[in-house]
């Protein structure tokens, strides 16, 4: 089969090399110049989700205080936002909590499996590097992650539950003054250059062939008449929409993976997921002192925040922003901006002081869609050769590979490995309710 992937980030790369793996032929339509320059270009390293840093859960945005939970609610909220704040809230008690983590879970051994395939196939390296040590502030957080250490032990990951003490001898950048709660690392866990590895997968593909990239190009529509599906591209900078015939690519399916840009194509066909637009900020800040820079990663739990060193630098990413969508093309505003990134710089000076020129940190904004159940969408929606990857959140690039590999089999009309109860929860058809 010919088909149209719209999105050239992880999640469209990765689902354009699963297509082609499974035999298709592929088409990835990118608005940008290359790849990865979305949001994936900001990504903040970890790969994969563990129960400890899913965006949603018993310590997700407790507290109002952006200074306490991580998440900055921007003024004005209308009523559908305030309903999507009240639905994540739902997700804080513990068996709902374990109920979603579970199917999420399951995409993110999925996505293992196939990112382990990718990598020894084809011998890439991506800045990989192995550890991750969650931090937790007070005893009142540390209590409310207990459930997440229930599903740690309950699926037998492997971790260890740790002392402050503990903390800063494993890792000597983590302060014991002033006091924390404790931590919890992971040694199997993995660290990586997200945009680094969606553009060598784009060079293998380029490489095999059967994966055409059109690149500077945005879709404006799909067309699903006439039973071959298309999409309508934006005329090239420069040129005028009124001189010529519209451009459109046809094919015999078309997946949608193109981040918050998914949801104006989806309006048209009346189609309105509950997503809702997350700003999130990162900091690439040069290492002031090499004594002082973490060897492994280093998470703020409670406030999702997570600093990872790449190289001669260190990456701090969270900072998020949560708005309604009206308001998905409206810059942020300076007072916001700077009030994530001050989250972040102040994340930095509490667990890794002195390791992080942040006076000469390199700024990055970009949107992400949250679901309220903190579930992406994966699977087919509104008609038969029209499927969706979208709304993956902040939590761990890796998810990509395996929301790719269930487009491949939901396109190719193989059976998923993933249980069915999984599937439905990351299907469209859950919020027709």
């Not at 249980?419 to 929860?425: H, Q, V």
Request: include cysteine; charge should be negative.
């Amino acid at each position: 089969m010919d088909v149209i992937v719209i999105g050239g980030g992880i999640v469209g790369v990765a689902t354009a090399y699963q297509l082609r793996a499974a035999g298709h032929r592929v088409c990835v339509v990118e608005r940008h110049a290359t790849v990865a320059q979305g949001a994936t270009y900001g990504h903040g390293g970890t790969v994969l989700p563990t129960p400890l840093d899913a965006w949603f859960g018993p310590t997700f945005m407790q507290s109002r205080q952006a200074a306490k939970s991580g998440v900055i609610r921007k003024t004005g909220f209308n009523r559908p936002a305030r309903d999507f704040i009240k639905q994540l809230a739902t997700l804080q008690e513990p068996d709902a909590f374990v109920r979603q983590y579970t199917h999420l879970r399951a995409l993110a051994e999925a996505s293992r499996d196939t990112m382990a395939d990718i990598e020894s196939r084809f011998g890439l390296e991506f800045e990989q590097a192995s550890g991750v040590l969650h931090l937790v502030r007070s005893a009142q957080e540390w209590e409310q992650c207990q459930p997440a250490l229930d599903l740690l032990r309950q699926f037998e990951v492997p971790h260890h539950v740790m002392t402050p003490d503990e903390c800063a001898r494993f890792e000597h950048s983590v302060p014991t003054d002033p006091p924390f709660a404790g931590g919890v690392l992971f040694e199997q866990e993995r660290t990586a250059n997200c945009p680094l590895f969606a553009k060598l997968v784009k060079q293998t593909l380029d490489a095999q062939g059967g994966v055409q990239f059109v690149l500077g190009r945005e879709v404006t529509a799909i067309r699903l008449e006439n039973g071959r599906p298309g999409v309508e591209l934006a005329p090239r900078e420069g040129e005028s929409g009124k001189s010529r015939e519209v451009d459109v690519i046809h094919g015999d399916a078309v997946v949608i993976a193109a981040g918050y840009g998914s949801v104006s194509l989806l309006e048209q066909f009346d189609l309105r997921l509950p997503f809702h637009p997350l700003r999130v900020h990162a900091l690439a800040a040069p290492i002031a002192h090499e004594e002082f820079a973490p060897h492994v990663a280093i998470v703020d739990s409670v406030k999702r925040i997570a600093i990872t060193r790449m190289n001669h630098r260190l990456r701090i990413a969270g900072g998020g922003v949560l708005q309604p969508v009206a308001q998905i093309d409206k810059p942020l505003g300076e007072s916001l901006t700077k009030e994530a990134l001050a989250l972040l710089g102040q994340a930095t000076h509490d667990w890794v002081p002195g390791a992080a020129k942040i006076s000469a940190a390199l700024p990055w904004e970009g949107i992400k869609l949250l679901s309220p159940d903190g579930l992406g969408v994966i699977g087919n929606a509104v008609h038969p050769k029209l499927f969706l990857n979208v709304g993956h959140g902040p939590t761990g690039w890796g998810l990509a590979c395996g929301a790719g590999k269930v487009i491949a089999d939901l396109v190719s009309g193989v059976a998923s490995e993933l249980p069915a109860d999984t599937l439905a929860a990351f299907s469209a058809a859950r919020f027709a309710h």
